[in-house]
């Protein structure tokens, strides 16, 4: 399957910046990594929940799940040490909790920095590209509700909201001003693409808008800037939502005019699915496309799901490689620089 999928031309391929959490990020790394060896994942670090929570709590350092998922999607590893990553223990104290969590914490129990362990595990896996946290802070999600409540806490938000009846009004970070990391704000400062989501819109990609600098450097950035949308609305999150309203919600949370194009999904989901689906209040995620281009955002949809494992309706990491690389080479010229080769934006 990799000699099938790799197509990295001269020059490593586009330098792209993929920003989010969760299983979305860590998906679509495992298409894009046959694309280009320039990628550099930005990932949330507001995870308070699971295996993370505790390592969190116990040991005092930032949630290593996230980081783990997107360092397993890029690494360069043989499959008994990928196997062996995103081993989860069944039985005793440890139930619940993956190898690969355990052993970013040993490296951080042995490194000067979490950034640091992180460096460390990024060259101890060979990842094809880089995995950075947005922040090397310890950091809290706060969700406010159209009627006024809030709730502290990434885990709890889902729960919390469908009590309420109404939609989030707005997420914050406490503390508001972690200091976000220089090496993604310099990433993002070299993209040729940035790319925001798949994933959970207020606790895996709104998260790391709210770290000081990281939405103005992708306002200003000449990069090509990409939302890749969900196939589905997300029970405890978004309920009812289009996509213009995920639009909105960026925009609210960082600023304005900065995606340029949304990426959806035009496959139809089957009706077995939707069912299943609709008993967790979610469905596929409408693609109201005048609105969306009323807010200055170029729409393409391609079918870029995948329904064959699971009965889920996920992105195919594949597809939708392939279908930001055919927006890439469409929208953007490659052409040498003092930089090497880069895909400069047309406007």
Known sequence: M????????????????????GTGLSTMLRGLKYYTHNITAVVTM?????????????????????????????????????????????DGSLAGQSFGNL???????????????????????????????????TVDIVAEFENGTSIRGESKISAFKRSQHCRIRRVRMEPKDPKPLKAALDAIARADVILLGPGSLYTSIIP????????????????????????MTQEGETEGYTLSEHLQALADHGRSGMIDLALGNSAIIPANIRERYQTENAFPLMIDGMAVRRMGVELICEP???????????????????????????????????QGIRYIREH
């Open 103 to 137: 052993f970013l914490a040993a490296l951080d129990g042995i490194s000067p920095s979490f950034e640091t362990a992180v460096e460390r595990m990024n060259q101890i896996l060979a990842v094809k590209g880089k995995v950075l946290p947005v922040t090397a802070d």
């Open 304 to 338: 870029l799901s995948d329904i064959s494992r699971h009965n889920h309706a996920r992105h195919d990491p594949r597809k939708l490689a392939e279908a930001v690389m055919r927006v890439v080479d469409a929208r953007c010229v490659r052409t040498w620089t003092d």
């Open 2 to 21: 990799e000699e099938e999928l790799s197509r990295i031309p001269a020059g490593g391929g586009p330098h792209i910046v993929a920003i989010g959490g």
């Open 46 to 90: 507001a995870d308070d929940g699971g295996g993370s929570g505790v390592l969190r709590h116990d040991l005092g350092m930032p949630p290593p799940g996230d980081l783990r998922n997107c360092l397993e999607a890029l690494a360069d590893v043989e499959p008994i040490m990928e196997e062996l990553l995103s081993y989860r223990f069944h």
């Open 208 to 231: 790391n808008l709210l770290v000081p600098g990281i939405a103005d450097a992708v306002a200003a950035s000449p990069a090509l800037r990409i939302y890749i949308a969900n196939i």
